[in-house]
C-alpha cells in the first residue's frame, strides 16, 4: 500500500517528461485511461481483502512473460493485429480489445505493482503498432492512471506509512523524471531490450527472493 502512494509522483514525473509523444495520442487516452484507472482500483481493493501469498508466488512468471512478450513484440504483435482486424471490423470494438488486457495490466499494477511497466509495455507492444518510443510514452500515462487510481483508494485505508511513503516518493520522482527523458532519447531498438533486461531480472530477483 505505502509502495503504490509513494510511486504517484513517479510515475507523474515519467508522464511529464514524455509529453510531447502523450498528447499526441489523445484518442489513445480516451478509453486506456480509464481502463487503467479502473483496473487500478480493482487491484487495490483485491490487495486490501485477499491475501498477498499467492500472487507473490505468480509475479515473477508473470514479469518474464511480459519480458518474452516484449522480446517477440513484433511477430506477435502482426498475429494478435490479424486476429482483431479478422473478429471486428468496427473500431469501437477493437478499442475495446485493446483496452481489457490493458485494464488486466492494470489490475496487477494496483495489486503488486512490480514489474509493471514491463507488463504494460509488452501488452501496448502486442496490441498496437506503433514505434516503442511513442507507447512507451503512452505506458507511462497508462501506469500513472492505474497507480494513481489505487493510491487515491489507499488513502481511506488507514494503512499507509506516510513517513516511508516520503522518502520513496522524493526517489520516485527522481527517477521517473530522468527515466523519461532517457526514454525519450535513446533508440526504440536499445529501449526494447533494456526494458527486457531489467524485466528479466526482477524476475530472477523474486525467484530467488
Request: overall charge positive; proline content about 3%.
Amino acid at each position: 500500500v505505502t509502495n503504490t502512494v509513494a510511486l504517484v509522483p513517479g510515475y507523474l514525473g515519467a508522464t511529464l517528461a514524455q509529453w510531447q509523444d502523450i498528447r499526441a495520442q489523445k484518442a489513445r487516452l480516451s478509453y486506456l485511461l480509464p481502463a487503467s484507472a479502473l483496473g487500478g482500483l480493482m487491484g487495490g481493493w483485491l490487495l486490501l481483502n485477499t491475501g498477498e501469498k499467492l500472487f507473490r508466488e505468480i509475479v515473477p512468471y508473470l514479469i518474464l512473460l511480459a519480458s518474452l512478450l516484449l522480446a517477440a513484440q513484433d511477430p506477435v504483435r502482426a498475429w494478435v493485429l490479424r486476429r482483431i482486424e479478422h473478429a471486428n471490423a468496427h473500431a469501437a470494438r477493437e478499442n475495446w480489445l485493446i483496452a481489457l488486457p490493458v485494464g488486466l495490466g492494470a489490475i496487477y499494477g494496483g495489486y503488486f505493482g512490480a514489474g509493471l511497466s514491463v507488463i504494460v509495455l509488452a501488452v501496448l507492444g502486442v496490441v498496437l503498432e506503433d514505434t516503442l518510443t511513442r507507447l512507451n510514452a503512452l505506458k507511462q500515462a497508462i501506469a500513472f492512471s492505474g497507480n494513481l487510481a489505487a493510491a487515491i483508494f489507499f488513502l481511506f485505508s488507514g494503512q499507509v506509512d506516510w513517513g516511508a511513503a516520503a522518502l520513496m516518493a522524493l526517489g520516485a520522482l527522481a527517477g521517473g523524471a530522468l527515466g523519461g527523458r532517457f526514454a525519450g532519447q535513446v533508440k526504440p531498438a536499445v529501449l526494447r531490450w533494456v526494458v527486457v533486461l531489467v524485466g528479466l531480472v526482477v524476475a530472477v530477483f523474486y525467484w530467488v527472493g
